[in-house]
């Protein structure tokens, strides 16, 4: 017999919301937004696959960048400003 992998099994809403750390309320607005993948059955039970959720979690538009990353940005953005500057 086939041993099941329940890790792969779509996840019923509150047990995603459970693990996206959000209230059940928060993620129907995410589905109603269609900010997140999601499975529909009988037009009314939502489901969700643990890998959608990560991709969800990340996101690069959900990442905040550390004070180091923002620093360096700002310093290569100067750079480049100024090196545009002396092009023109």
């Known amino acids: 017999m086939e041993k099941r992998d329940f ?7 509150r047990e995603a919301a459970e693990f996206l750390g959000v209230s ?6 995410y589905v109603r937004d269609r900010m997140i993948p999601h499975f529909k059955v009988n037009n009314r039970k939502l489901y969700f696959m643990k890998e959608d959720l990560t991709a969800f979690i990340l996101n690069d538009s959900n990442r905040v960048m550390s004070r180091d990353e923002i620093e360096k940005a700002a310093t290569n953005h100067k750079s480049k400003s100024k090196k ?3 092009d023109d």
């Open 84 to 86: 545009e500057e002396r």
């Open 24 to 29: 059940t309320s928060t993620l129907y607005k």
């Open 7 to 13: 890790n792969d099994r779509p996840l019923p809403l």
